[in-house]
């Protein structure tokens, strides 16, 4: 069955107190909120809809730019969840598929947990299916209210909510999947008879449950996945779980990183079997490193690296947007930009590759052939090519 994702970005993260960057689009690991969702869905879905309000044209560019299967859809103005997710009625006037719908402030929800998801609304036979969780302290979530047969009754809000349904710990985790088909009319009946007088996306529960839809919830285990982010303090609780599954994945596979508490690696980086991460190490944005590497202690690679087997970037060494080939160390105080480094190459402290030209706002490339040896404290101004074999004073 085809299956189409809307994502709700329209928010404005009043809490983050970014007067210039929407909520979607502050980052982990150099990689923004909106995107981890996206990412998590573009391979079994056939589209995304990304619903876009405060700091439209931001999030729009950033969607355009990055992701070609999906597209951005105005909320204006913005009335609540459920009328965001009506502005794609239009688009979807003809489908027969299941729609899933997830928040843009929710990187840390897995891509297995969503097809779970979506293969436990198919095997219920649901017609509407919510992603709900347990949590202890369950305040500013929306209760899950269950029937007797356990099928799912309504959500109620915080705000809406009685004594009574305060003491729930079952909570809305806002993430749904819908037979399109059978719920799409329940977006032009929503009331915002409500204390924030909005249209809340909540509401087609209680409304597929009056229509005599089968309606569940799928209970995620680990509520750690559905963790929301609301301020700068939330983004940085968000980061280190982020982390620690990225470094857990990777001991996992056979790295060794000498303390993963000090240790940050973006979740496009791939690393190989027994390369070791010393202390005090960010690796950001989409690397490749081989094995038997040695990174840091305080290494920085910035994105776009390539490191092949047997390579050596010790400490208080930068790398960006650069290759280096196998049996090659770059062992203290050295920036290594936008260039290639051949096999064999030893490069001396203190040595930096200028890239940038700052009169005409270009930059140029460095190669380094194989068997190269650079001393220390050299400059090497690109565009510049090291022929093999070569040594630098």
């Known amino acids: ?44 879905v056939s589209g995304e809809f990304v619903i876009v309000g ?33 502005m794609v009625c239009p688009q979807l006037e003809n489908f027969d598929g299941l729609v899933l719908i997830l928040c843009g402030d929710t990187p840390l929800v897995k ?30 979530y929306g209760r899950i209210i269950r029937e007797a047969n356990n099928s799912l009754k309504c959500i109620v809000e915080e705000k809406d909510a009685t004594p009574e349904q305060k003491a729930v710990k079952e909570v809305n985790a806002g993430i749904y999947c819908l037979n399109w088909s059978k719920v799409k009319s329940a977006f032009g009946e929503l009331k915002s008879n ?12 209680k409304w597929g449950n009056e229509h005599n839809l089968t309606v ?15 301020s700068k303090a939330n983004l940085a609780e968000a ?29 496009d980086t ?15 944005g989409k690397n490749k490193i081989g094995k038997h590497c040695k990174i840091g202690p305080f290494a920085h690679l910035r994105g776009d690296v390539i490191l092949e087997d047997y390579v050596k970037i010790g400490n208080f060494v930068e790398v960006k947007k650069t ?12 920036y290594l930009g936008d260039s290639e480094v051949g096999s064999n190459v030893n490069i001396g402290a203190g040595t930096i590759t200028a890239n940038y030209n700052p009169l005409t706002k270009t930059k140029s490339k460095t190669i380094i052939k194989d068997n190269v040896k650079i001393g220390s404290n050299s400059v090497l101004v690109a565009p510049i090519t090291i022929e093999e074999g070569a040594n630098v004073g």
Not at 113 to 137: A, G, P, Q, Y
Not at 273 to 284: M, R
């Open 1 to 44: 069955m085809d299956i189409k994702a809307v994502i709700l970005a329209a928010g404005k993260g009043t809490r983050m107190k970014s007067e210039t960057t929407p909520k979607v689009l502050h980052q982990i690991m150099g990689k923004t909120l909106l995107g981890y969702v996206l990412d998590n869905v573009k391979n079994f």
């Open 54 to 86: 405060h700091h439209a044209e931001e999030v729009e560019n950033f969607v355009k730019t990055n992701y070609d299967h999906a597209q951005t859809v105005l909320q204006s103005p913005q009335l609540g969840t459920g009328h965001a997710v009506s």
């Open 111 to 140: 891509e297995e947990t969503l097809k779970s998801f979506v293969e436990f609304h198919k095997s219920n036979n649901s017609d509407i299916t919510v992603m709900s969780t347990i949590f202890e302290n369950p305040t500013n």
């Open 194 to 205: 409500n204390a924030q007088g909005e249209y809340y996306l909540t509401d087609i529960i």
């Open 216 to 230: 569940n919830a799928f209970t995620l285990k680990n509520n750690e996945e559905i963790y929301g982010i609301n």
């Open 239 to 267: 980061s280190k779980l982020m982390n620690q599954r990225i470094i857990n994945k990777h001991l996992t596979n056979g790295v060794t990183i000498v303390d993963p508490a000090t240790t940050w690696i973006s979740p």
């Open 270 to 284: 791939e690393i190989e079997a027994d390369t070791i991460i010393y202390p005090s190490c960010y690796i950001s």
């Open 323 to 334: 290759t280096v080939k196998s049996h090659t160390n770059a062992c203290h105080l050295t």
